[in-house]
């Protein structure tokens, strides 16, 4: 299983970043995924997940209406456009094939300075 995920970076307040997932070594379009964070000095915290159809998507409270998870299942890749970032929002975040992220690539950092 290789799910590498990239579109991190540094951004202000209020800005937009997409993130995007890259995923091989597993029949992708039959698994639910999951986007997971850990923030410095944090446990992992689940963001977002969306069922192996796309057809259903769940949010944390905290990026409910700020982010959008979705998917292409044609070309194997997992997105989450986050948008309104705060700096609350600072992590690492990862692309998962369980909700708890413990089957996981390398993740991607998202900064946010205030």
């Known amino acids: 299983v290789q799910l590498q995920a990239s579109g991190g970076g540094l951004v202000s307040t209020g800005g937009s970043l997409r993130l995007s997932c890259a995923a091989s070594?597993?029949?992708?379009?039959?698994?639910?995924m999951y986007w997971v964070r850990q923030a410095p000095g944090k446990g992992f915290e689940l963001v977002s997940s969306?069922?192996?159809?796309?057809?259903?998507?769940d949010y944390a409270d905290a990026v409910k209406d700020r982010f959008t998870i979705s998917r292409d299942n044609v070309r194997r890749t997992l997105y989450l456009q986050m948008n309104d970032l705060k700096p609350e929002d600072t992590a690492r975040y990862y692309c998962?094939?369980?909700?708890?992220?413990?089957?996981r690539g390398k993740g991607t950092q998202v900064t946010v300075s205030s």
């Open positions: 998962a094939r369980d909700r708890a992220g413990t089957i």
């Open positions: 070594g597993f029949i992708f379009k039959l698994n639910s």
């Open positions: 969306i069922t192996s159809g796309g057809g259903q998507t």
